[in-house]
């Protein structure tokens, strides 16, 4: 297995791991909150959260260009 072949294998794990807790992440709040306008903001964030992570790993080997590492900075200034 070439370098190139763990690296993505390694980041094909993370992403996995990511999704994971993101599932975990909207079980919880699920759970926790009934249905109101907080929870879907909260489920919102969560998701773009678990998508900027997952851009930023596909961006570190080279399979997505177009990765803006203040998004989700911007998003919270946003949101404050």
Do not use: P
Request: proline share 0%; with cysteine.
């Amino acid at each position: 297995m070439t370098d190139y072949e763990k690296k993505e294998e390694k980041s094909i794990n993370k992403i996995s791991n990511i999704l994971t807790n993101l599932d975990e992440t909207l079980a919880k709040i699920d759970d926790e909150m009934e249905k109101s306008h907080e929870k879907s903001v909260k489920c919102w964030f969560e998701e773009k959260k678990a998508i900027h992570e997952i851009k930023r790993i596909l961006h570190e080997i080279d399979k997505y260009e177009n990765y803006n590492e203040k998004e989700l900075d911007n998003l919270v200034d946003e949101w404050d």
